[in-house]
T-cell receptor
Framework: TAGITQAPTSQILAAGRSMTLRCTQD?????MYWYRQDLGLGLRLIHYSNTAGTTGKGEVPDGYSVSRANTDDFPLTLASAVPSQTSVYFC???????????FGDGTRLSIL | QKEVEQDPGPLSVPEGAIVSLNCTYS??????FMWYRQYSRKGPELLMYTYSSGNKEDGRFTAQVDKSSKYISLFIRDSQPSDSATYLC????????????FGKGTKLSVKP
């Protein structure tokens, strides 16, 4: 069972460039989430989507945008990357808004 | 005060020991409680999910919630080297705001 697939697994990006992190789930879950995980800060929510066509801001949304055109895909875009966005990014999904979340294996992003 | 506090460890125990991992939370509105296990360079994996106070058991793992004290615990019996990972507690408000709030994780090492 694939669950959640994230791509790429890792990336080095020059500051000022744009990038889209991809997330696809095959569980037909309604809700999807993007987190970043930083040493000493833990997991922090960037954006979320409770259902296709809707999105919301999490704890650290600045510099990031998302879209949810369909149930399965939830891409995260960095329009103009900055070094402080160096992090490990995790996508997650759940079958209901208050349900447990299931995570992908992350994208390791370095901004130089 | 952070909403969810978790001792980062590291915690090192011999194989076969009983492990106790703990979190405290500050907001009595939190309704759902989860424990995740995260291996190095992997995404968090859901271990336990509970709503009510009391104990929930799954194999060698027992999750305990004490809402009166705002205290959640994960016990691992007969710990194995394969249990070596970082353990994250998480909670949420429920309802339409299903976003998880994570502890920063406790790194556990089980020595053979």
């Amino acid at each position: 069972t694939a669950g959640i697939t994230q791509a790429p697994t890792s990336q080095i990006l020059a500051a000022g460039r744009s990038m889209t992190l991809r997330c696809t789930q095959d569980m037909r879950h309604n809700a999807m989430y993007w987190y970043r995980q930083d040493l000493g800060l833990g997991l922090r929510l960037i954006h979320y989507s409770n259902t296709a066509g809707t999105t919301g801001k999490g704890e650290v949304p600045d510099g990031y945008s998302v879209s949810r055109a369909n149930t399965d895909d939830f891409p995260l875009t960095l329009a103009s990357a900055v070094p402080s966005q160096t992090s490990v990014y995790f996508c997650a999904s759940s079958d209901r808004e208050q349900g447990p979340q299931h995570f992908g294996d992350g994208t390791r992003l370095s901004i130089l | 005060q952070k909403e969810v506090e978790q001792d980062p460890g590291p915690l090192s125990v011999p194989e076969g020991a009983i492990v106790s991992l703990n979190c405290t939370y500050s907001n009595s509105a939190f309704q759902y409680f989860m424990w995740y296990r995260q291996y190095s360079r992997k995404g968090p994996e859901l271990l336990m999910y509970t709503y009510s106070s009391g104990n929930k058991e799954d194999g060698r793992f027992t999750a305990q919630v004490d809402k009166s004290s705002k205290y959640i615990s994960l016990f691992i019996r007969d710990s194995q080297p394969s249990d070596s990972a970082t353990y994250l507690c998480a909670t949420n408000y429920g309802g339409s705001q299903g976003n998880l709030i994570f502890g920063k994780g406790t790194k556990l090492s089980v020595k053979p």
